[in-house]
């Protein structure tokens, strides 16, 4: 995987992203013929490639919108076939709009339709060899991992659902007496060394619950030095997966690794920034604001906003600002979790948490001080201190002010139990650990495009810590802290 703004991508979706346009550049070149190259045609032919590479981008870009490389579409020929059409289709509206704006980046009408049909001939080749050089099993390496608890299993149906990483899961290895493969009695090998041999691995994934005494260290530099890879589950996880295992990590890890200690040129900077956007957000949104305003009134009583008690910064309270979504008398029974799909919410409501309009508020917040533009989301005091009590590092969270948007709102959905907050967790600590201006752009990019879709990113859900904990024959409320 390549690490790029702080994320970390799969080397072939990389590869396809540049092959895709390539290929839709090609496509259009092949019918553009710039005028027939007359007088100054050297002139004319790099205008003809600048005009061909703006096409590019713009259909690029939808690709990317219609989330053609999303790692839960980006092989699914059924999602090909019936996004195409969507990308073209914006994409020459788009084209056509960006033409009246520059006239300059103008190909010529039959050039324009006969490079579409082209490049859409040439796109669909493209990822049909891409998927067929992702199915392959000669292209994939064979991963063995060493371990069977919460890590293990996690990280096995991570590397199973996503054939992009090029990876295949050999399956997990662990000893008694001899080294065998979960789920599979009859595999058994006397040393490490036999069982890489016999399942013809590549990389080894350290990912044993304890370590202590348990790493079979020796047989691990052997296989090294003969050219195998081996890789610590942990680090692994939080590649693949873009979070931190918080059921697999200790304190000597957020010690000892770089990241988790924002400096103050990086508060400074973000508290700048999110000003910014916030007055710029304000001049530019509030006649949206007041139309959402309106439209809360007259579907139901009550006050157009929301007043919440929220834990911020180092634990402190403050008060939130958001547009109501719920009926006013949402909450008579007492505090209970938000949800997708929730009764109490409103029509207006379910459309402005669906687009994100009802955080829009919170730019107020942002300019008394206590919100960032990106960061965790801030949960209520009586959440707090339960979740505190049941979950490990869960005050760590609380190390940088809240935001409006954040890297575990975009990544998994409202958490609605225990389980779902540690999975929020576990996003959080990724984004305090790699906290930076280039993953900050990424997820302003990634709301923008949440807040214009009206959808939410369709995630492929992990097993959760609360149900493999019942597994083991351990509740959620058990999980603690490891010295």
């Known amino acids: 995987m390549i690490r790029l703004l702080h994320i970390y991508l799969p080397t072939r979706m990389l590869l396809l992203v540049a092959c895709e346009v390539l290929v839709i550049v090609l496509g259009f070149l092949c019918t553009s013929n710039f005028d027939s190259l007359g007088p100054g045609a050297a002139g004319i032919y790099v ?6 590479i703006a096409v590019a981008g713009v259909f690029t870009l939808f690709m990317w919108y219609f989330d053609l490389y999303d790692p839960l579409y980006i092989t699914s020929r059924r999602e090909l076939i019936a996004r195409v059409p969507q990308v073209f289709g914006c994409a020459t509206l788009a084209m056509i709009l960006l033409y009246r704006i520059f006239p300059a980046l103008r190909l010529g ?16 080749l493209c990822r049909e060899g891409f998927l067929w050089f992702t199915n392959s099993h000669a292209m994939t390496g064979k991963v063995l991992i060493l371990g069977n608890g919460t890590l293990a299993e996690s990280l096995m149906e991570e590397i199973r659902n996503r054939p992009e990483l090029g990876l295949e899961v050999a399956g997990c290895l662990n000893y008694s007496e001899k080294w065998r493969l979960t789920g599979q009695p009859n595999f058994a090998a006397d040393t490490l060394a036999e069982a890489v041999t016999k399942l013809n691995a ?14 079979p260290l020796l047989e691990l530099l052997s296989l090294k030095v003969k050219g195998i890879r081996i890789e610590d589950g942990v680090e692994v996880y939080e590649r693949v997966c873009g979070k931190i295992p918080v059921e697999s990590l200790n304190p000597s890890a957020l010690l000892f690794c770089k990241g988790f200690s924002p400096s103050k040129t990086d508060r400074f900077l973000k508290q700048a920034t999110s000003v910014v956007f916030s007055i710029i957000g304000l001049l530019v949104l509030w006649p949206l604001m007041l139309v959402v305003a309106i439209a809360i009134k007259l579907e139901s009583p009550g006050p157009v906003l929301l007043r919440q008690e929220r834990v911020g910064e180092d634990g402190k309270s403050f008060t939130i600002l958001k547009f109501r979504s719920m009926r006013q008398d949402a909450e008579r029974d007492g505090p209970r979790w938000a949800a997708a799909v929730d009764s109490r919410i409103t029509r207006v409501g379910a459309f402005i948490r669906r687009c994100r309009i009802d955080e829009l508020p919170q730019f107020f917040n942002i300019l008394r001080g206590e919100m960032y533009l990106i960061g965790p989301r801030p949960e209520r005091p009586f959440f707090v201190e339960r979740l505190r009590r049941e979950i490990p590092f869960y005050d760590q969270r609380h190390v940088l002010k809240p935001g409006i948007t954040g890297w575990a709102q975009l990544k998994s959905g409202y958490a609605d139990s225990t389980a779902a907050s540690i999975e929020k967790l576990q996003y959080d600590l990724y984004y305090i650990k790699h906290l930076s201006l280039g993953l900050d752009i990424v997820i302003t990019l990634l709301t923008i495009k949440t807040m214009l879709t009206g959808r939410e990113r369709a995630v492929r859900r992990q097993p ?9 024959g351990a509740a959620v409320p058990l999980l603690r802290a490891r010295s």
């Open 47 to 52: 205008l003809g490639i600048s005009k061909v």
């Open 109 to 124: 009408t039959l050039n324009f339709l006969f490079g579409m049909v082209t490049a859409w001939w040439m796109l669909v």
């Open 464 to 472: 959760s810590v609360e149900s493999i904990s019942r597994k083991e």
């Open 202 to 215: 590549h990389i080894i994934v350290v990912a044993l619950q304890d370590r202590r005494g348990h790493i």
